[in-house]
């Protein structure tokens, strides 16, 4: 096909063959060999010129489309064979429970990338997505930044967090939010993650109370540590199973938590691609 095309638009052997860099008997024979096949000339040959028939012309517009997704077809194969291999490193706030299905969903498809997790709170990966230590970012927004694309994908609903000896958690069942009016609370500072903080303290003031805060810390984990030591009760939308922590059910609030995942405007890696493909299809985003 390629030599064809090159005829075509050279319509002269002699710089045709030369542009392909072959002699020009086997341009003459492979030219003779594709009107064999289509069953119709191509082209209109006299000592002097070579012209396109009415035929030749049509065929090449189709010949064009054809070198076209053959070229795709090589790029698809290229960078499929480039998503294969390499490093993806993603950041989630929380414990990770809600990335590991499509963790476990790419691992199965792209066992040779090289995968990395790590726990981090949204203002720290926003940063490290600024500073491309990390190319997915799974977060609590709002986000303002231009160099990243930010996109919800998950709406949470919020649930008490509770000693296990507490007495709302020992009674069962879901509980109000009003309940823990009087209650001291442990949760991750604003500075950490200000979305996740803003929906804390709008939910309990909508119940007509502004929260105790006693205890702040920097990672969920430790929240529920203390949690679990009877130091306070907190807010989230996490369901992790600890020893000594109880989770319940709020009957009497809408708020939910966004959860978004966040990247680089410009990232062209193909690994990075195969992941957010995969990551859109699964969220249905």
């Given at each position: 096909m390629r030599y064809f095309v090159a005829l075509a638009e050279e319509l002269n052997f002699s710089r045709a063959s030369e542009r392909l860099h072959i002699a020009q008997p086997p341009l003459s024979r492979q030219i003779q060999?594709?009107?064999g096949e289509v069953g119709v000339l191509l082209f209109h040959r006299t000592n002097r010129r070579v012209e396109l028939t009415n035929a030749g012309k049509a065929f090449l517009?189709?010949?064009y489309q054809m070198l076209d997704l053959v070229e795709d077809a090589f790029d698809t194969a290229r960078m499929t064979a480039r998503a294969e291999h390499g490093k993806l490193v993603i950041a989630f706030?929380?414990?990770g429970e809600n990335i590991l299905p499509i963790v476990q969903k790419y691992r199965a498809k792209y066992p040779s990338v090289n995968l990395n997790l790590q726990q981090m709170g949204?203002?720290?990966q926003i940063h490290a997505l600024h500073g491309k230590q990390i190319d997915v970012g799974l977060l609590t927004p709002p986000v303002n930044s231009e160099q990243l694309i930010v996109k919800n994908y998950k709406h949470l609903p919020l649930k008490a967090m509770l000693p296990e000896k507490h007495p709302l958690a020992m009674k069962g069942g879901p509980i109000s939010i009003a309940d823990l009016a009087d209650e001291s609370f442990v949760i991750t500072p604003r500075v950490i993650g200000p979305g996740f903080y803003?929906?804390?303290t709008k939910t309990c003031l909508q119940a007509g109370f502004s929260p105790n805060i006693t205890v702040e810390?920097?990672?969920l984990q430790t929240v529920m540590s203390l949690v679990?030591?009877?130091?306070g009760v907190s807010l989230t939308a996490g369901n992790t199973q600890t020893t000594g922590v109880v989770f319940r059910e709020l009957v009497d609030t809408t708020v939910t938590l966004d959860v978004a995942v966040a990247y680089r405007r410009d990232e062209k890696s193909e690994v990075f691609h195969s992941f957010l493909d995969m990551f859109f299809d699964y969220y249905s985003i």
């Amino acid at each position: 096909m390629r030599y064809f095309v090159a005829l075509a638009e050279e319509l002269n052997f002699s710089r045709a063959s030369e542009r392909l860099h072959i002699a020009q008997p086997p341009l003459s024979r492979q030219i003779q060999q594709l009107e064999g096949e289509v069953g119709v000339l191509l082209f209109h040959r006299t000592n002097r010129r070579v012209e396109l028939t009415n035929a030749g012309k049509a065929f090449l517009e189709k010949a064009y489309q054809m070198l076209d997704l053959v070229e795709d077809a090589f790029d698809t194969a290229r960078m499929t064979a480039r998503a294969e291999h390499g490093k993806l490193v993603i950041a989630f706030t929380g414990t990770g429970e809600n990335i590991l299905p499509i963790v476990q969903k790419y691992r199965a498809k792209y066992p040779s990338v090289n995968l990395n997790l790590q726990q981090m709170g949204t203002t720290a990966q926003i940063h490290a997505l600024h500073g491309k230590q990390i190319d997915v970012g799974l977060l609590t927004p709002p986000v303002n930044s231009e160099q990243l694309i930010v996109k919800n994908y998950k709406h949470l609903p919020l649930k008490a967090m509770l000693p296990e000896k507490h007495p709302l958690a020992m009674k069962g069942g879901p509980i109000s939010i009003a309940d823990l009016a009087d209650e001291s609370f442990v949760i991750t500072p604003r500075v950490i993650g200000p979305g996740f903080y803003d929906v804390i303290t709008k939910t309990c003031l909508q119940a007509g109370f502004s929260p105790n805060i006693t205890v702040e810390t920097h990672d969920l984990q430790t929240v529920m540590s203390l949690v679990s030591l009877g130091m306070g009760v907190s807010l989230t939308a996490g369901n992790t199973q600890t020893t000594g922590v109880v989770f319940r059910e709020l009957v009497d609030t809408t708020v939910t938590l966004d959860v978004a995942v966040a990247y680089r405007r410009d990232e062209k890696s193909e690994v990075f691609h195969s992941f957010l493909d995969m990551f859109f299809d699964y969220y249905s985003i």
